[in-house]
């Protein structure tokens, strides 16, 4: 790919409207545009990082063993209300009808949806564990979007859906997820630790955020300092093994968002030198919330005693888009962005330092033709003042 034929408008000025790093650089760098508050069209050098986490995420999902499929973006608002939850959503919820007056809504979420999916055709027990997921737009609207992607009313999210038959399988599903997220973000080159969270509309009494420590974060976080250090689970982990012990060891040691941050506890179990309290970004969350979604719903399978019973279910969701924001505030300088390899929209760029001279213009023309066999990689430019450079993952 030649720069001159690569559609890339940078700015050389930080835009007034943008009030954090992640925001300035992805303006100025032309990798997206504000098309309305907190709605942004992807612009192809931000449209290649969005993918390339994107691929990411399908990849870690698939090793834990959830099934992809696509849900539509409108959903029917008699769905939520089945649930409860179309007039409890509140007003971030975007509700319209269409020429038939039938009632629609913008999905902020999926549980109901695919509730609905999950009862049609599943009756038996023999037919569980099952773990389905999408990556779709999703729309809330914000009564203060800003900070770019990080806090914009459009987003792309995964969101992922559990079916067990019981609580103690539920939490087992629940286990993959949570491995399999440690897995997602180290390979984009992010240290995100779970914390115990509060559920909030999604419901239930299990929840863990995984946060990227920023300043710009806008959640309250304290941790122990030994959290950083712990290792990420290999290419080994077998997901279908007991995984308990690596949960242990990342939930025993303290770290909270200050929505359930327990002050006496921090104070008694961590050490005058290993506490941190500072803000974080939250990058995605996990939910075990039972059978809150299958008995409103009557999601039912009939158990090993012929009985119907109500599934347990748990959800798990990414912010897709949030990460690119998320991704720049945690790797960037006075120079620009520090792209992780994984992520970067280009591994290599080419400079021809001497432009017009037949031997300098055929060596850069013959890199990039061998560089076009590993999928457009490469990228044969000039220096030019768009702040993006690659780094190697951050250990």
């Known amino acids: 790919?030649?720069?001159?034929?690569?559609?890339?408008?940078?700015?050389?000025?930080?835009?007034?409207?943008?009030?954090?790093?992640?925001?300035?650089?992805?303006?100025?760098?032309g990798m997206m545009r504000q098309e309305a508050a907190g709605i942004y069209a992807w612009l192809p050098l931000?449209?290649?990082?969005?993918?390339?986490?994107?691929?990411?995420?399908?990849e870690e999902q698939d090793r834990a063993g959830a099934l992809e499929l696509l849900m539509p973006t409108l959903q029917l608002a008699d769905l939520w209300r089945?649930?409860?939850?179309?007039?409890?959503?509140?007003?971030?919820?975007?509700?319209?009808?269409?020429?038939?007056?039938?009632?629609?809504?913008?999905?902020?979420?999926?549980?109901?949806?695919?509730t609905e999916i999950f009862r049609a055709y599943v009756k038996s027990y023999k037919s569980l564990p099952l773990n389905l997921y999408h990556i779709q737009w999703k729309f809330r609207d914000e009564q203060r979007p800003r900070f770019g992607v990080m806090r914009g009313r459009e987003f792309l999210?995964?969101?992922?859906?559990?079916?067990?038959?019981?609580?103690?399988?539920?939490?087992?599903?629940?286990?993959?997820m949570?491995?399999?997220?440690?897995?997602?973000?180290?390979?984009?080159?992010?240290?995100?630790?779970?914390?115990r969270a509060e559920t909030g509309p999604i419901g239930g009494?299990?929840?863990h955020e995984f946060i990227v420590l920023a300043e710009t974060g806008e959640s309250g976080v304290y941790c122990d300092s030994d959290v950083l250090n712990l290792p990420i689970p290999g290419d080994d982990v077998d997901y279908d093994g007991d995984l308990t012990g690596i949960i242990k060891q990342w939930t025993s040691v303290y770290a909270a968002t200050e929505?359930?941050?327990?002050?006496?506890?921090?104070?008694?179990?961590v050490p005058a030198d290993k506490k941190v309290h500072t803000r974080g970004i939250e990058v995605g969350q996990i939910f075990y919330f039972g059978t809150k979604y299958s008995d409103a719903m009557k999601a039912l399978v009939a158990g090993p005693d012929g009985a119907d019973v109500p599934i347990h279910g748990g959800s798990y969701g990414v912010g897709v888009s949030r990460l690119v924001g998320a991704i720049i505030e945690a790797c960037h300088d006075?120079?620009?962005?520090?792209?992780?390899?994984?992520?970067?929209?280009?591994?290599?760029?080419?400079?021809?330092?001497?432009?017009?001279?037949?031997?300098?213009?055929?060596?850069?023309?013959?890199?990039?033709?061998?560089?076009?066999?590993?999928?457009?990689?490469?990228?044969?430019?000039?220096?030019?003042?768009?702040?993006?450079?690659?780094?190697?993952?951050?250990?």
């Open 1 to 29: 790919m030649r720069l001159s034929r690569f559609f890339l408008p940078i700015q050389k000025e930080n835009p007034k409207e943008a009030e954090i790093v992640s925001h300035r650089l992805m303006l100025r760098a």
């Open 46 to 58: 931000g449209f290649r990082v969005l993918k390339k986490i994107e691929q990411i995420v399908r």
């Open 82 to 114: 089945e649930s409860g939850r179309y007039d409890a959503y509140g007003p971030e919820m975007l509700r319209i009808s269409d020429r038939h007056k039938r009632e629609l809504l913008y999905g902020p979420t999926n549980e109901e949806m695919i």
């Open 157 to 176: 999210m995964k969101d992922a859906y559990s079916f067990d038959i019981d609580e103690a399988a539920a939490r087992r599903s629940y286990n993959r």
């Open 178 to 195: 949570f491995v399999a997220y440690l897995r997602t973000f180290a390979r984009m080159g992010l240290k995100a630790i779970p914390m």
């Open 205 to 207: 009494d299990l929840s």
């Open 259 to 269: 929505d359930v941050h327990d002050a006496a506890r921090f104070e008694r179990e």
């Open 334 to 395: 006075d120079a620009g962005i520090k792209w992780p390899e994984a992520v970067a929209p280009f591994k290599a760029v080419i400079l021809n330092l001497k432009q017009g001279s037949d031997d300098t213009d055929a060596a850069a023309k013959s890199c990039m033709e061998n560089c076009r066999p590993r999928a457009s990689m490469c990228s044969m430019t000039t220096p030019t003042s768009a702040p993006a450079r690659n780094s190697r993952p951050p250990t």
